[in-house]
């Protein structure tokens, strides 16, 4: 740039530099409007790139290039990629539409604490449409001039916008960004957020924003200076320092996965703040870096085949004319360079031809913004420049166009410093990856973690079953990887919802979950196996409230597991169906301890000696908890009603597949006797008619120890195949991948699978086929490395996701508190403890 151009651009005169910004004239729902001008905007969706194989990466890749030149070939685009922190307060906002159960208030609090902490960036990616010049009729022009004019836009005009719009939409809708319309909320953010004023956009519940309301959205005021600007507030004082950076020279060649994704990457740049430099030697220093959230504007144009053909030829023409100047003078050789260029040009000239790819002009700009200090934004400026510098791309502060480049960056605005821009071919934009990255979940859900991709976000799973989908879930991992936790929290998140929760704790370690949810205030109770919960589990008072009938046939099929063998034979079974059908049609309070009873008090000698028999199986533990008699006042342990159950059976003792049943013991029978009450219970109250409308999910760790029986098998495979219709969601928590692909009724009604670190590579292979990943060393490794940390340390919650959409991302679950973490601890200790304080607060231990 001449003296005398830097003197004008100093001193506001000179060209597209130095223009005044643009002036809006409306907002609406996807678009924007300046007095000159009309754009279009959309929000694009982020892809789960990350975990991507090859062959899926290239062909997005390649709809991506597609899209470029069919559908925007010649258009005027500007793309943004903005970051805004999580709002806590609007998720407390949203707790009321989620919770209704319990102490939620206190529960949705302690997690909006947790964001606040955490403070996750969120991106934003924008993509912008310049439809057109408005065309303003000259009756209007003169109104205008003489100030006598309506506000607003006209509404014929509104309307030929919102169509040219909608109809560029429907094909936008279908490419890889799967872009939908940008709200007026979200635009009104995008213009207002340059200000840094700190005032909220004054648009809630407008689809037009015009007049007053408009220009309040652009009433900051930015000093320039040679390097930066500085944002100054409505106070006067300086809110922020942003800087704006070119990118003027890149790599002849960029591959993709890798440098290539320069747009992708804006969230993994990070910097050590200045004032953590002087921390001691000793610290990690890793642990102290924290994101720069870069923010990019690049705009763009793609040149239609023919312009690009020809902006080839001519490019080709000059290189033919260095060659004979070249030739025609003393030098002879053109050099190398020439000829390089030459060879490039034809082999571009012939691929444009040949394949579905054209020419794009493209001005690239990084925005780096801090609140904190100049030396801050340098800082942050430093590590920028480092980051991509790693990548062979030169990323450097626009000296002395600060104010134009920022002007630039604006919604409506010009490209104002063309010198700064490149030509490349569409592939080398589409390699960027601006909408890449890692995604999971769902929008509206309760947040349960973050993910830890390659771009950071919330992870929100609905904790409830929907009716429009499979609703089984699989937790699958290896021991102490925090599976169970996990399992636990999306119980409690259901419980929250209104969901009827039965745990069946297999394993003796859900003793906190009882206890978190007395903690909130939910209703709970923790039902173990001891004379203290004899009664528990037994089936005629459980299946009351579905009718007497449904127990006239579940108890004595029951009964005749733990029966002896040589009493069936001489026709126990037909005492028992006559025991159970006589107490239930008599008793006011019928339970399966009269049946004892009354077996024992029979004439006939093979029904008393079968009330004996049963009798002194239920001094047992196991029989207790299924006939024995309950204790005098004690409530029900288990109901129908919206809160936590839980049973604990640690010590199960089942026979194994396809076991004969004469071959079983007495503590086998009782076994399977005690789980068929359970079993029983969780589907017959799924399947109540009269509580179809009630949320349910039943929880079952240790899934392994349940489908080693045929009862167990079908109970799983039943509940996963009707969960949709019953409103069920059911949790499987488990160690065995390998199993759980062996059945194909869980298998087909997985909607979501929640993957930890496993070692061997059957159970990794059977993992990466249940996540939808590729399976092969690659994916073995990855899922080798789930939870391990930096260091080598173990990181608890740790996981890969696959939502009900087919997508998986890395997330990290995340407890809210320390005291919940604590209580949910499934170590033994903890167990114990988070027991012993249930029963303190009034639930059954």
Request: aromatic share 4%; charged share 20%.
């Amino acid at each position: 740039m001449r003296v005398l151009e830097k003197v004008s651009t100093l001193l506001g005169v000179g060209g597209d530099r130095s223009a005044p910004p643009p002036v809006y004239a409306g907002i609406a729902d996807g678009l924007v409007l300046t007095e000159g001008e009309v754009w279009a905007w959309w929000t694009c969706e982020t892809s789960n790139s990350d975990l991507m194989s090859e062959a899926e990466r290239d062909a997005e890749q390649a709809r991506a290039e597609t899209a470029l030149t069919s559908v925007l070939a010649g258009m005027d685009v500007h793309l943004r990629v903005l970051w805004s922190p999580y709002s806590a307060d609007d998720y407390r906002a949203e707790a009321a539409d989620m919770y209704r159960v319990g102490r939620w208030q206190e529960w949705a609090e302690h997690r909006a604490v947790r964001l606040d902490q955490i403070a996750l960036p969120i991106r934003h990616v924008l993509l912008g449409v310049r439809l057109g010049a408005r065309k303003i009729p000259a009756g209007r022009r003169v109104t205008d001039a003489a100030g006598v004019s309506a506000p607003g836009v006209p509404a014929r005009e509104l309307a030929s916008w919102h169509t040219a719009a909608r109809r560029l939409g429907r094909r936008l809708e279908s490419s890889p960004w799967r872009c939908s319309t940008a709200t007026v909320e979200m635009l009104a953010w995008m213009i207002t957020r340059e200000q840094h004023r700190g005032v909220p956009a004054p648009v809630a519940g407008r689809s037009l924003v015009t007049g007053a309301a408009l220009a309040a959205l652009t009433r900051g005021r930015a000093l320039p200076y040679s390097d930066h600007l500085r944002m100054v507030d409505a106070a006067g004082e300086v809110a922020a320092w942003v800087a704006v950076l070119t990118m003027p020279s890149w790599p002849e060649r960029m591959a993709t996965p890798g440098p290539g994704e320069w747009l992708r990457t804006l969230a993994e740049v990070s910097y050590l703040p200045p004032d953590e430099e002087d921390q001691e030697q000793n610290l990690d220093a890793a642990g102290l870096l924290v994101p720069v959230s870069p923010e990019a504007s690049v705009r763009l144009r793609v040149l239609p085949k023919r312009t690009a053909i020809a902006r080839t030829d001519e490019t080709a023409k000059l290189v033919r004319e260095q060659k004979r100047s070249a030739a025609s003078h003393s030098i002879g050789d053109p050099g190398q360079v020439i000829t390089d260029a030459g060879e490039a040009m034809a082999e571009l000239r012939a691929d444009l031809e040949r394949e579905e790819l054209s020419l794009l002009e493209d001005h690239p700009r990084l925005v780096v913004t801090s609140t904190v200090s100049l030396e801050d934004l340098r800082a942050r400026v430093d590590a920028v420049a480092a980051h991509y510098g790693d990548f062979g791309i030169t990323v450097q502060v626009g000296t002395d166009e600060q104010r134009a480049l920022w002007l630039e960056t604006w919604a409506g605005d010009r490209v104002r410093v063309p010198d700064l821009g490149h030509v490349r071919d569409t592939a080398a934009m589409a390699g960027a990856w601006w909408w890449g990255g890692a995604r999971v979940g769902d929008d509206h859900s309760p947040v349960i973690g973050y993910l830890t991709g390659s771009t950071p976000g919330v992870v929100r799973l609905p904790p409830v079953a929907d009716g429009r989908d499979a609703t089984t879930v699989a937790l699958i991992g290896r021991s102490g990887r925090g599976k169970t936790t996990a399992g636990m929290m999306l119980a409690m998140e259901g419980a929250f919802c209104g969901s009827w929760v039965l745990a069946l704790d297999f394993k003796g370690d859900l003793s906190g979950l009882s206890g978190a949810a007395a903690r909130y205030g939910l209703p709970t109770s923790l039902v173990q196996m001891g004379r203290a919960h004899a009664g528990s589990a037994d089936l005629i008072p459980l299946l009351a409230e579905a009718g007497r009938d449904a127990a006239r046939a579940e108890v004595p099929a029951q009964l005749s597991l733990v029966t002896p063998a040589h009493l069936r034979a001489a026709g126990a079974e037909v005492a028992l169906q006559a025991a159970v059908n006589a107490v239930i049609g008599s008793s006011p309070d019928p339970a399966t301890w009269q049946v004892v009873e009354h077996l024992k008090e029979a004439a006939d000698p093979v029904a008393r000696a079968t009330g004996e028999a049963l009798y002194e199986l239920a001094q047992t533990p196991h029989g207790g908890l299924f006939m024995g008699r309950p204790q005098p006042g004690s409530a029900p342990p288990l109901t129908a009603q919206p809160g936590v159950w839980v049973v604990q059976l640690p010590g199960l003792s089942l026979p194994g597949v396809g076991e004969e049943r004469e071959r079983w013991t007495s503590v086998q029978a009782l076994s399977v006797a005690v789980m068929h009450s359970l079993l029983a219970y969780g589907v017959t109250t799924a399947g109540r008619p009269d509580l179809r409308t009630l949320a349910k999910t039943i929880m079952v760790p240790e899934v392994h120890v349940l489908t080693g029986t045929a009862q167990g098998r079908h109970f799983a495979d039943y509940i996963a195949r009707v969960a949709r219709a019953l409103g069920v969601r059911f949790l499987l928590d488990t160690q065995d991948a390998t199993g759980i692909l062996m059945l194909p009724g869980v298998v087909e009604q997985l909607a979501m699978v929640i993957g930890f670190q496993l070692t061997s590579a059957p159970q990794q292979d059977a993992l990466a086929e249940l996540l939808g990943l590729p399976v092969g060393p690659a994916t073995r490794e990855l899922i080798r490395s789930i939870g391990i940390g930096p260091n080598g340390d173990v990181r608890h919650g740790h996981s890969i996701i696959r939502d009900h959409r087919f997508g998986s991302a890395a997330a990290q679950w995340d407890v809210p508190t320390a005291e919940l973490l604590d209580i949910l601890d499934t170590a033994p200790r903890a167990a114990d403890l988070a027991g012993a304080e249930a029963a303190q607060v009034g639930v059954p231990a």
